[in-house]
């Protein structure tokens, strides 16, 4: 496929979330941050391998379900764009 790209929305994301996990450990956070990232892997070679996102539906538009985190992606041509990473509790809607 190609590589994957994040996104400055995504990227700050995960500064977050690593900011929040900090606080308790930082160690922990680097961790977490780590295989979340990691997770993300396999999106070079299987694109498609993620869940279309239901507010979404659209084939192009999907997401790796990471612990409790929603990685947000978008296929295109010869890559994988991760849009966002959101808390599942959080109310997401598409804009």
């Known amino acids: 496929m190609g590589k994957v790209i ?3 929305v995504a990227l700050e994301d995960i500064k977050s979330i690593h900011d929040y996990i900090a606080k308790d450990s930082a160690d922990r ?14 999106l070079t ?4 391998s993620g869940r279309v996102i239901p507010e979404i ?4 538009c999907r997401e790796i379900i990471f612990g409790s985190y929603r990685i947000m992606y978008d296929v295109i041509s010869d890559a994988v764009r991760i849009a966002s990473v959101v ?3 959080r109310d997401w809607k598409a804009e």
């Not at 680097?30 to 892997?41: C, G, N, P, W």
């Open 87 to 89: 808390h599942s509790a």
């Open 45 to 48: 070679e299987f694109p498609n």
């Open 57 to 60: 539906n659209k084939n192009d």
């Open 29 to 42: 956070a680097a961790l977490f941050i780590e295989r979340l990232i990691e997770s993300t892997d396999r």
């Open 6 to 8: 994040w996104s400055p």
